[in-house]
């Protein structure tokens, strides 16, 4: 076996977004990752670009890094019984999305609620998608959904098995924010991320989850701060953008009135970077295999936001308030990206004025650590110009 290591080329790059705010375009044309991490980029005239594994030439295409979908709500493999759907999320990478997180495998048929069944679940699902990674998709599951009589122990137990995070707050029994708040701390504590059903109920058994209750418990992540499905009132969403450090987790399957809202006020108060992007699909509203470009278009649309800030959204932003390491342009970051170019016939001079536009890009390829994992999209609309394999 060979000792060097496995070098992907992807040259004639015609725009590098970073997936950072603070610098959402790099001035290159070229990158090269080495055995699935990002090594350098730059002018393609300044790089060693001999003794590649992989060559892709861009075409003039545009890459970024993967887009993430922060609010999944996975089952087991590429099945979903919520809409008695298979190879969903196969179809979500060819949305340019690369990984997936779960807020909950709430949709199991017979799902337990008992704490040992709860627990016997999450570390069962967190590891049957370790193991398995549909189409090449990363996918973080195993995210139990807290329930009255838990305690400490459990939690510790949990994170000592490789469970990282937790089930939307307010799916299961505890609905008071004095419990939920305990338990975000336990969990916490030992390296589990949280995540807070906000705004109505979606599914039976959850209930209304108030701007008071998400301030109480204090979790890492609002989610669906525009609500899946039913929003809060205007003030009570404004009240969370104004006083809250947490992430603000805007989703396909909510109000999108409210997600207008909510990212206009995280932009006057200077709060951008906590915007994060989910689908909150599977769900009854279906599956998106596009959400996250859809959101991405809608934000920078209605949201008077440049379309590269909007991408960040979708990677960067979400990679760094949940502590990924994929997402970013980045030395040592996992080599995922999506190569898009303006689709066809789509109005504005170039790929970011389109998007500014609400229109959706065209992906060409999606790879993730290094390896070709889809090529042209069979959902995006046709792009202009398409990457390929040299």
Same mark, same amino acid.
């Given at each position: 076996m060979s000792d060097t290591p496995k070098k992907l080329v992807i040259r004639n790059i015609g725009l590098m977004l970073s997936g950072k705010m603070e610098e959402p375009i790099y001035e290159a044309d070229c990158l090269i990752a080495l055995d699935g991490k990002i090594s350098e980029w730059g002018r393609e005239k300044d790089m060693d670009l001999e003794g590649a594994d992989t060559v892709i030439d861009a075409n003039g295409v545009t890459l970024a890094p993967g887009l993430i979908d922060s609010h999944i709500h996975p089952v087991v493999g590429d099945y979903t019984p919520r809409q008695q759907q298979l190879h969903w999320i196969d179809s979500t990478l060819h949305g340019g999305v690369t990984t997936l997180i779960s807020a909950g495998e709430v949709h199991m048929p017979g799902r337990p609620k008992d704490i040992v069944g @709860?627990?016997?679940?999450? %570390? =069962?699902a967190q590891r049957w998608y370790e193991n398995f990674r549909p189409s090449g998709m990363k996918v973080h599951a195993g995210a139990p959904v807290i329930e009255h009589g838990m305690v400490e122990e459990d939690f510790k137990e949990l994170a000592a098995a490789g469970v990282t995070l937790l089930g939307e707050v307010g799916l299961g029994t505890v609905k008071d924010g004095k419990t939920a708040q305990q338990m975000v701390?336990?969990?916490? $504590?030992?390296?589990?991320?949280?995540?807070?059903?906000?705004?109505?109920p979606s599914i039976p058994g959850s209930g209304l989850i108030d701007a008071d209750m998400v301030m109480e418990t204090g979790t890492d992540v609002i989610g669906h701060i525009n609500g899946g499905h039913s929003a809060l009132p205007d003030d009570q969403i404004l009240c +969370?953008?104004?006083?809250? $450090? *947490?992430? #603000?987790?805007?989703?396909?399957?909510?109000? /999108?009135?409210?997600?207008?809202?909510? %990212?206009?006020?995280a932009r006057e108060l200077g709060k951008l970077d906590q915007v994060i992007l989910g689908t909150d699909g599977p769900a009854g509203s279906g599956v998106q295999p596009l959400g996250i470009l859809r959101m991405v278009a809608m934000l920078s649309a209605f949201g008077n936001?440049?379309? /590269?800030? =909007? #991408?960040? #959204?979708?990677?960067?932003?979400?990679?760094?308030?949940?502590? +990924? !390491?994929?997402?970013? %342009? /980045?030395?040592?970051?996992?080599? !995922? #990206?999506v190569l898009m170019d303006q689709?066809?016939? *789509?109005?504005?001079?170039?790929? +970011?004025?389109?998007?500014? @536009?609400?229109? +959706?890009?065209g992906v060409g390829m999606t790879v993730i650590d290094g390896v070709v994992c889809s090529e042209r999209s069979r959902n995006t609309p046709p792009a202009n110009r398409l990457p390929q394999v040299v």
């Amino acid at each position: 076996m060979s000792d060097t290591p496995k070098k992907l080329v992807i040259r004639n790059i015609g725009l590098m977004l970073s997936g950072k705010m603070e610098e959402p375009i790099y001035e290159a044309d070229c990158l090269i990752a080495l055995d699935g991490k990002i090594s350098e980029w730059g002018r393609e005239k300044d790089m060693d670009l001999e003794g590649a594994d992989t060559v892709i030439d861009a075409n003039g295409v545009t890459l970024a890094p993967g887009l993430i979908d922060s609010h999944i709500h996975p089952v087991v493999g590429d099945y979903t019984p919520r809409q008695q759907q298979l190879h969903w999320i196969d179809s979500t990478l060819h949305g340019g999305v690369t990984t997936l997180i779960s807020a909950g495998e709430v949709h199991m048929p017979g799902r337990p609620k008992d704490i040992v069944g @709860l627990k016997a679940m999450a %570390i =069962a699902a967190q590891r049957w998608y370790e193991n398995f990674r549909p189409s090449g998709m990363k996918v973080h599951a195993g995210a139990p959904v807290i329930e009255h009589g838990m305690v400490e122990e459990d939690f510790k137990e949990l994170a000592a098995a490789g469970v990282t995070l937790l089930g939307e707050v307010g799916l299961g029994t505890v609905k008071d924010g004095k419990t939920a708040q305990q338990m975000v701390t336990w969990a916490r $504590k030992y390296g589990i991320q949280s995540t807070i059903h906000t705004g109505g109920p979606s599914i039976p058994g959850s209930g209304l989850i108030d701007a008071d209750m998400v301030m109480e418990t204090g979790t890492d992540v609002i989610g669906h701060i525009n609500g899946g499905h039913s929003a809060l009132p205007d003030d009570q969403i404004l009240c +969370l953008c104004e006083s809250c $450090k *947490a992430a #603000f987790e805007i989703v396909h399957n909510g109000n /999108e009135r409210a997600a207008v809202l909510t %990212i206009n006020a995280a932009r006057e108060l200077g709060k951008l970077d906590q915007v994060i992007l989910g689908t909150d699909g599977p769900a009854g509203s279906g599956v998106q295999p596009l959400g996250i470009l859809r959101m991405v278009a809608m934000l920078s649309a209605f949201g008077n936001v440049p379309a /590269e800030v =909007a #991408f960040c #959204f979708a990677n960067g932003n979400t990679s760094r308030q949940r502590k +990924l !390491d994929t997402g970013l %342009i /980045e030395k040592g970051m996992c080599a !995922d #990206f999506v190569l898009m170019d303006q689709a066809q016939h *789509a109005p504005g001079k170039n790929i +970011l004025e389109s998007v500014q @536009l609400g229109n +959706l890009p065209g992906v060409g390829m999606t790879v993730i650590d290094g390896v070709v994992c889809s090529e042209r999209s069979r959902n995006t609309p046709p792009a202009n110009r398409l990457p390929q394999v040299v």
